[in-house]
């Protein structure tokens, strides 16, 4: 979905696509790989889990870089509002990959505290982990960073960690989901890690199987928390309160426009529709209505998370009619 009139090229769209779940795709993959050999060879059941974790995020996350994709394309006549929510779908796909994956993780660590299994391999797992933890935590910043830039946040240096986590909610549907999978994935590789030294040194192989169990149910509270936001994304959701005061500020800012009558805020996948009835100053000439409603509306397509708006006018009620405070 793009308000320009570039064409729809594969490659065009592919440019837009979301970079964040891309390169965590890429990531994943590699990470699934060593992993799955450090595993077969140790028979670690952490490891094994942290593999099924790797497994399912390479997978989600390269559906959602196709959903991310598709999800640009531009409005057409039968679907008008455009293709926003597709990456919504893609995410829920995501969500039952986790959802299985948890699973099966859950399966292998209670099977494990049942039976104990002395793991072998320290050092391999040691060095496979340790890039784990690189890889992923690398993924995390690049998902933060990607965070900061979609909610046109300031923040620079280690204030990006704790404005990545207040912001989140605001960003696009691709980027929470990388964020979230990679948050768990590195506290993951870190439980794993701690299981893999703390059974080489003391021999509690019980403790394999309950941090197995950790991560698996880390990725159930993934697939949730995941699955929820996606769900109300396919309903149709308002606008986060900070997108709707940054449009009613821009609103208002035009002398002539007194108040805002309604007005309603849909979020598309990351991308919001306008719409709304504003109120002008009592006299104004239809011509001149029309002129200043024109002005206002092409002042919001300016910014580029705003894909289309629809705007009434009205004569100045002598009555507030908006009032943001009610609305926090």
């Not at 940054?246 to 309603?264: C, F, G, K, W």
Request: net charge neutral.
């Amino acid at each position: 979905m793009n308000k320009t009139a570039s064409p729809d090229s594969m490659w065009s769209l592919i440019r837009k696509g979301n970079m964040s779940s891309a390169t965590a795709a890429v990531g994943n993959t590699f990470l699934a790989v060593v992993k799955g050999i450090a595993a077969a060879v140790s028979g670690n059941g952490a490891m094994f889990a942290s593999t099924m974790h790797s497994i399912a995020d390479a997978v989600n996350q390269a559906f959602v870089f196709v959903g991310s994709v598709l999800a640009e394309k531009r409005p057409t006549r039968r679907f008008p509002t455009g293709f926003g929510r597709l990456v919504n779908i893609f995410c829920m796909i995501a969500v039952i990959v986790v959802t299985i994956m948890a699973y099966e993780t859950i399966r292998e660590g209670y099977h494990l505290v049942l039976h104990p299994v002395a793991s072998t391999g320290f050092v391999l797992n040691l060095i496979v982990l340790l890039l784990s933890v690189a890889v992923d935590g690398y993924v995390l910043r690049k998902a933060m960073k990607e965070i900061i830039h979609e909610t046109r946040s300031n923040a620079k240096g280690t204030a990006i960690i704790s404005e990545s986590f207040r912001s989140v909610k605001r960003a696009a549907p691709p980027t929470r989901l990388v964020f979230y999978e990679d948050l768990v994935a590195t506290t993951g590789a870190l439980l794993a890690l701690m299981a893999v030294v703390i059974t080489a040194v003391t021999n509690f192989a019980v403790l394999d199987g309950v941090f197995t169990i950790a991560i698996g149910l880390l990725m159930v509270v993934v697939a949730f928390r995941v699955g929820y936001d996606n769900m109300v994304g396919l309903i149709g959701v308002a606008a986060p309160k900070e997108v709707e005061d940054n449009v009613a500020s821009a609103i208002l800012s035009e002398p002539h426009v007194t108040d805002i009558y309604q007005m309603r805020i849909l979020q598309e996948g990351r991308y919001y529709h306008v719409d709304g009835l504003i109120e002008l100053k009592p006299g104004l000439s239809l011509a001149d209505a029309d002129d200043i409603k024109f002005k206002v509306r092409d002042m919001l397509l300016q910014n580029p998370d705003i894909t289309d708006v629809t705007l009434g006018i009205l004569e100045d009620n002598g009555v507030a009619d908006y009032d943001a405070a009610e609305r926090k």
